[in-house]
Each structure stands twice: as C-alpha cells, then as structure tokens.
C-alpha cells in the first residue's frame, strides 16, 4: 500500500504549485473575506468587529497547522473545508495514518486542486516528536513578528481643531489627542506549543500619556498560550476569546450573524484562543485551560476585568452603572472618566463528549458586574438591557452523519430565560448544500456574552426560520439562495411594537475563463418599524420598510503583474412610502513587480442618506478592512504600495475624497468644515525566524478561488 501511495504522489507533485512564501492572508482569500464582510455591514448591526476576522485568518496563515497531529473533531474547524471534505479528509487519515505530503490530498474524494492550495497555506506536515522534552519543543523553532502601524486623519473634523479656534468653532479642542490612530503588536510562536502576544493601540483622539491606569497607550492587551501533546490541550493567560456551542451562551470570537452562510451554519471553532484583535471590548481576561482525555473534553476559564460604564445621575447621587454598547473609546474627559468604572467576572465550564466528528456537551456560565444596569424608561430595554448577575446554562450537540448535520443549543437563564436554535445540514443534488434553521429566543433570556445565529443584537425576543439551498449546476457556477422569517414578541428598537420581517439573498459566481471571476448579488429585506413622522402619542405609529441591495464584482487576471477588479452596487430604503437610493462604482488596477505591489483605486458614490451608504469596502493595508461609508455625492480616490524586503514588509496607503455640494456645519466635533477627506496610514512588519515548512502552495490563487465555500471563522 505505501509503495502504490508513493507511485500516485510522483505523478501528482508537478499539479500543486510550490511556493514558501505565504506570510500573510493571499488576496483572493482576503477578496472572500471582504464579500462576506461587506454583506454583513449591511445589516447594520451592533457588535461588528469587522478587523477581527482579519486578525483570525492572519493567526492561521502565520501559524500553520500540524495536520498529522490535530484531533478529528478539529479538522471541521480548518478553513476553506466545506462538511463533506473535512469527513473525508478525517476517513482518509483514520484509514492510511499520517498524510507524507500535500499532493497526497489530492486523492482524498471531493479535494481538487483549487482546494489543496487554499488549505496548503494554513498547514505543515511536520510533526513534533511525543518524546520531546518539553522546553525544547516550545522554544525550538522560534519566530517573531512586529507590527508598527500609524494612520493619520490630515483633514480632521472640528473636534481635533486647536483650542484656539474655538472662537471660531464650538467645538475646537475637544478631543485632546491627535488625529492619528497608533498600533504596536509583537507576536512569538514556534510549532512546538507555543504562543505569545501583546498588543497595544490608540485610536484617533486618544491622548497619548502616562499617568495612572493608563501606561501610554489607552489600550492594552496580551497572552501567553501553551499547547499540549496529551491530557493538557491548551493552557492559555492573558486575553482570550470563549467560543461554545452555536453561541447562545457565549461567543466572543468574530462570528457571521447570518451572512456568509451559503454552505453551512453551524458553529464550530476552538473553545479557547488568544484574542489578538486591537477592540477593547470582545474578550475575556484571565485564565482558561482545555483538557481531554479520550473522548471527554473539558474547559475551564475565568475571567477577571474592568470595563467601561457610565455614571448615572439622579437627584441625590451619582453611581457607576452598566454601559449598553460601548465603543471602546477614551478621547474625551467624560470618556476616560467611564473607563474601567465597572468589574466584570466570568467564570464557567464546558464539558463535551466526542465521537469522532460528533459532539454533545453542557455549559455553565456566570457573569457578574460590580454595578447595576442604567435605570430606563425605555420599554425596549426593559428587557435586553443587561443584568448585574446572570447564570446561564446550555445543552448543545452537533451530530455529522454521511450525508446529514443534526445540531443545536437549547440554553436557560435566570430566573425565566430560554432560548433554543436547531438545525440540519442536508446533501443535495448538484454538489448542494441544504440548511434549515429555527430559533426562538424568549424575552426573559439574557446572556452577556452570547452571540447566536440571528437578527437582533441581544439573542432573546425573537424566533424565526432560515432557509438556504447552496449548489453548483456546472463547475464554473456556484448559486446560493436563502431566506429568513422572523417575528418578535415585544417591542423593539426604533419598532414600538411586536413585528415581523424577511430577508432574502440570492448570490451567483461564475468563472467563464481562468481569468475572469464574476460574483453578483440580490438582498432584500421588508420589516416593520416605526413611522418616520412626527407625533406626539407615546407609541408611534407602524410602518414598512423595504431595502434592497444589487451589488456586482468582476475580477480579470491580465496576467501575472496585472489585476483588475470592478465593483457596481445600487441600493434602495423605503419607508413609508418614502424611497430613497444610491448607487456606487468602484475600480481598482493592481500592478506587481517583483516584491513591489501597487493598487490604484477609485469609487464614485451618491448616497443621499445613512439607509442607502455604500458598502463597498477598498484595499487596504495588512490585517485591516474598510468601507468608507461616505454620505453624500462624490468621489474617493486611493493609492496602496506594499513593499517587501528581506525580513521586513512596508505598507504605505494615502486616500482622498471629495463630495459635492457639501453643506458644512459645526453642530458636533465630530462635524467637518471642509468637503475634503485625506488620510495617510503607514505600516511596517518585521519578522524573524525560522521559516516552519509549510505544506505549500500557491500565495495567490486563480479568480476562481475567490469563490470557493469556505467558512472563514
């Protein structure tokens, strides 16, 4: 069998391309990423750490995986696997042991040469010996990676004006830092188990000091992570994200809402990693540690922090209290006074048992803060607003049969709280996916750090059925249809009464050269909401509301120094009889030249409105994603230049844009008095080391990769 396995191998080595130099997420997994993104910042929802899922797919191109040696039930988790590769990945290693190289891959059903070398440039062959001793294995190998990062506002708004202008402008001198965003990051790794961080971050405004409780940078944040061979999985101190079940009782790791579902929508990811993202606010910090032992797997964690409140003021006190939605920032004097006012304390276990790919666990979770919630007189809130002390417990399972996915989470609160999603998975003609998905979340259910599939922000007062049927009628051809009904039983944001809603998407991506990738999609959403006019009864009166989005991207490929993409977006709100539309156009050109890349790019908007902004987002620098979201009729222009030299990558971006008929005003600082907007960022990354021997393969795929499934979390 060996010598039969290593005769196929030689005749397959020349179809997978070698390349040792993947360092960083390749452009055509990014350009996935990014759709994915775009469609969710449609939905304009809370809690959206865009830059996350960047960071997270960064830590998987810079931290290869041993694929010889991660657990069955991990193999699910790999990226760019859809269900049916990631069983037959997990059959083929149980039947054969160990895979002896990557082009070995090909042989496995359902894995094409498109496959192999997206999941090359996450993985490595090598294995670390059992009988290693343990300093050796963690320090062997060692590579080291920081980030400078500078972004520069150099046509701020009103507030970072100098005090002296505010004769002029009320608001002059109101941030007391500069308009300059900074980031240092510095990361150690080796294969053997081994991982350090430590970020730290000002955002635009942000005063850069050392005074008490803030040592110069406003933000800071770090881990140190060890992975074992045996009993002990993973040992983890410092920041980290907490991903259990499918999220009804905690999901601090970026997760898609509903977008980016066209293949499967179950959760599944690490139940503890190292938060590596610049948001102050989507992590845990503290402890936690992954055991297991045969099929039981156990995490423990806890979690000790302050975060930002706010002082509420009644007639005779002032008290700290819960702060709903934070952002995160500390620019103003009232901003750095709410900061770290209220402790939060976490703490909980997760015990599952495993089957193969199959899993069945419980939850326990408690999370307690210092202070109370904000009293309010908003009924919307009375009840998802958060509690001071709340203990959550969950039931979840995911079952993966040959052809069927069974999963769900049933999870309880106190006192009344329950909230409950199942759903399946079914193979179809056509190399399909079918998902069906219901949820129902009650009004009692409160969980801080839940973050389910669903419409609403809070996963409670709401229940709904989502549908999606993913499938390739040829090979170059991928459809994807989905729809989602829901309802809520209480009043809502900006919804004074129970509503319903629907939304619906259908996506098409074609490859009719090797060339040339062509992606189109149709959303629409019709709701409920409250009417726009003017009244004076308490409850406002109901009215629909209607929005649509058409979007298009085509990529050509002119050949191996020459890329050109061109995106076309319209959009349309109605509410109340009221329409209103926009419409954007955007064009890139991106030139390469040995180590040196050049990305011009231009997007012509006319967005009257916040409803209708466009979502296309722009290249950008290296871990970072961005959509302008400029309101008004204009144009936005940019230039990105990276630069690789030896050790050390340069990435250098300036952007100008101009709107027309700009009406300027002074009514906030964060108002602007010129029509112009230019900004200026510049980053450098140095990285040092011994270069782990990846499974490898091209860094930048064909067009047609961009529209491979793949499930990015």
């Known amino acids: 069998m060996f010598k039969l396995r290593s005769t196929i191998l030689g005749l397959l080595l020349p179809i997978v391309t070698i ?24 939905r304009d929802l809370e809690a959206a750490n865009t830059n996350q899922l960047l960071d997270e797919l960064a830590v998987q191109f810079s931290h290869p995986i041993a694929l010889n040696q991660i657990r069955a039930n991990e193999i699910l988790s790999l990226p760019f696997l859809n269900r049916n590769q990631a069983i037959e990945l997990m059959k083929y290693r149980e039947t054969y042991g160990r895979i002896l190289s990557v082009n070995e891959l090909l042989l496995i059903p359902g894995f094409d040469s498109t496959t192999v070398n997206q999941i090359a440039q996450i993985i490595t062959l090598d294995e670390i010996e059992q009988s290693t001793p343990l300093m050796k294995r963690l320090f062997s190998n060692i590579k080291n990676q920081v980030e400078l990062r500078w972004s520069q506002n150099l046509s701020p708004p009103i507030g970072y004006h100098p005090a002296s202008d505010s004769i002029n402008y009320r608001y002059a001198g109101y941030y007391p830092g500069i308009a300059a965003g900074r980031r240092f990051k510095y990361t ?34 770090g881990y140190i992570q060890v992975t074992g061979r045996k009993v002990i999985k993973r040992i983890l101190l410092g920041d980290y994200s907490l991903s259990l079940g499918q999220g009804l009782a905690a999901w601090t790791g970026f997760s898609f809402r509903k977008g980016g579902y066209d293949e499967r929508v179950w959760k599944r990811g690490k139940a503890i990693k190292p938060y590596t993202s610049g948001d102050g606010n989507l992590f845990l910090r503290g402890g936690a540690i992954e055991l297991n032992h045969k099929r039981v797997n156990l995490t423990l964690y806890s979690s000790i922090r302050a975060i930002d409140g706010r002082i509420y003021t009644d007639d005779t006190l002032n008290y700290p209290v819960i702060s709903e939605g934070t952002t995160g920032l500390h620019r103003t004097k009232s901003e750095r006074e709410r900061r770290g006012i209220v402790n939060q304390f976490i703490y909980g276990a997760d015990l599952s048992y495993l089957v193969n790919s199959s899993a069945i666990g419980i939850t326990f979770i408690t999370t307690e803060f210092s202070a109370p919630p904000a009293p309010t007189i908003e009924l919307y809130r009375i009840y998802s607003k958060t509690k001071q002390f709340n203990k959550n417990y969950s039931l979840h399972y995911l079952f993966i049969g040959k052809r069927i996915t069974l999963f769900g989470e049933v999870a309880l609160s106190e006192p009344n709280g329950l909230a409950f999603i199942i759903g399946n998975t079914t193979e179809t003609p056509f190399n399909g996916i079918l998902n069906m998905v219901y949820r129902n979340y009650n009004l009692h259910y409160s969980a801080p750090l839940s973050n389910g599939f669903g419409e609403n922000s809070h996963n409670n007062n709401e229940r709904g059925f989502f549908l999606s049927w993913g499938f390739k009628p040829s090979p170059s051809l991928n459809l994807s249809l989905s729809s989602d009904v829901y309802k809520t039983s209480w009043i809502a944001y900006r919804t004074d009464f129970p509503s319903n809603g629907k939304e619906y998407t ?52 002119h050949s191996e120094n020459l890329k050109f993409c061109t995106r076309l977006e319209w959009k349309e709100s109605e509410t109340g009889g009221k329409s209103k539309e926009g419409t954007a156009l955007g064009q890139s050109i991106t030139y390469t030249y040995n180590k040196l890349s050049i ?12 409803e209708v902004r466009s979502s296309l987002s722009e290249p950008e620098i290296q871990g970072n994603f961005t959509i302008p979201g400029l309101i008004g009729e204009g144009y936005r222009n940019s230039i990105l230049i990276k630069w690789k030299y030896h050790s050390i990558n340069l990435n250098l971006k300036y952007s100008h844009a101009q709107l027309h008929h700009s009406q300027c005003n002074t009514d906030s600082p964060d108002s602007y008095i010129t029509p112009t907007r230019d900004s200026f960022t510049l980053q450098i990354i140095y990285k040092s080391g011994r270069k782990t021997r990846k499974a490898n393969a091209q860094t930048d795929a064909p067009a047609r990769y961009l529209f491979e499934p793949s499930d990015p979390q």
């Open 19 to 42: 390349n040792c130099l993947c360092q960083e997420i390749p452009s055509s997994i990014r350009n996935k990423a990014e759709l994915l993104l775009e469609e969710e910042n449609e």
């Open 599 to 610: 990305t011009l790019s231009t997007l012509l908007f006319t967005s009257l409105s916040y």
């Open 506 to 557: 259908i996506k098409a991506t074609w490859q009719p050269l090797k060339e040339i990738g062509i992606s189109l999609r149709f959303r629409g959403e019709d709701k409920t909401m409250n009417s726009s006019s003017s009244s004076t009864e308490i409850l406002a009166e109901p009215t629909s509301s209607r929005r649509t989005t058409i979007s298009s991207r085509i990529d050509f490929k």
């Open 188 to 221: 150690l790794s080796s294969p053997g188990g081994l991982a350090i961080g430590l970020t730290a971050e000002n955002d635009a405004g942000e005063p850069f000091r050392f005074e008490k409780g803030q040592p110069g940078f406003d933000f800071i944040s």
